[in-house]
């Protein structure tokens, strides 16, 4: 009888070398594979992610962590998604995640992520692919259903928006609009509308040398102090060091 399992391991015995998916992955455009340690360091990423996320080099990224590339509160989600995938040493299917592209615009992505194990069956590290929600097939139709909203977003960010308006554009209630909004997402319509306004006031910061007061009022805040103590959550640091720390990167990009 044919024993799939031992013709398997027979020929990987057999390679070279590991597989090295993120080769593959980057003839796929739509799709970006990465791969990190235990302890949320990256080890592998293919070459159409880092495209994404402006990394112009292996090194600037292989050793990196979340923390390194992306703003606090989300590097955290990531992370906390990573340990759940590792404690669990189960697959993670088709996780939304909000992530800004080297334009600074955000995107929403499709994420599923599995263990890496190693020779003694330990759990060693977390491997996952990305795709963008748009173009990732008729089977997430009901992320787009939400298309609208999120345009609306993006358009009158710098306004006063009030969930009430976005719930009428799907004709929800407020509360059916939340949860629905939540379910899909994973993060309540208040919390994207600010972290749109945080990414906007980002660009402006790196882009322009507006005082950071006029880049609050524009972004959508009208209180300089509220829109300081909103930035250090999301952020991590205030407006200022934000600047410092990565007008030089921008201006190279």
């Known amino acids: 009888m044919f024993d799939s399992q031992k013709f398997r391991d027979d020929f990987l015995k057999r390679l070279d070398n590991k597989l090295h998916l993120e080769d593959l992955f980057n003839y796929i455009p739509d799709a970006y594979f990465f791969a990190k340690d235990a302890q949320g360091r990256f ?6 992610w880092m495209d994404i996320l402006a990394i112009p080099r292996e ?8 923390f390194d590339i992306h703003p606090k509160d989300l590097a955290e989600q990531y992370v906390a998604e990573d340990q759940r995938v590792m404690e669990s040493a ?6 939304v995640w909000l992530i800004p592209d080297r334009h600074g ?9 599995i263990p890496l194990f190693g020779d003694g069956g330990q759990v060693i590290g977390v491997a996952g692919v ?4 748009k173009v990732a097939g008729t089977e997430f139709q009901s992320y787009q259903e939400l298309d609208k909203v999120i345009a609306y977003v993006l358009e009158h960010y710098q306004e006063r928006i009030q969930i009430s308006d976005l719930a009428d554009l799907m004709y929800l209630s407020v509360s059916q609009f939340d949860r629905k909004f939540k379910k899909l997402y994973q993060i309540t319509p208040q919390k994207y509308i600010l972290r749109v306004r945080i990414n906007a006031a980002c660009q402006s910061l790196t882009r322009t040398e507006k005082r950071v007061s006029e880049i609050a009022l524009e972004s959508g805040f009208y209180d300089q102090s509220y829109f300081t103590k909103q930035f250090v959550n999301l952020m991590g640091i205030s407006p200022s060091e934000y600047r410092k720390k990565f007008k030089s990167h921008e201006s190279m990009s």
């Open 43 to 48: 080890i592998n990423i293919s070459h159409t």
């Open 105 to 113: 615009n955000l995107k929403w992505y499709l994420c599923s992520k």
């Open 90 to 95: 189960s697959p993670l299917p088709n996780q």
């Open 59 to 66: 090194e600037d990224i292989i050793g990196k962590t979340d």
């Open 130 to 133: 990305l795709r963008d929600i």
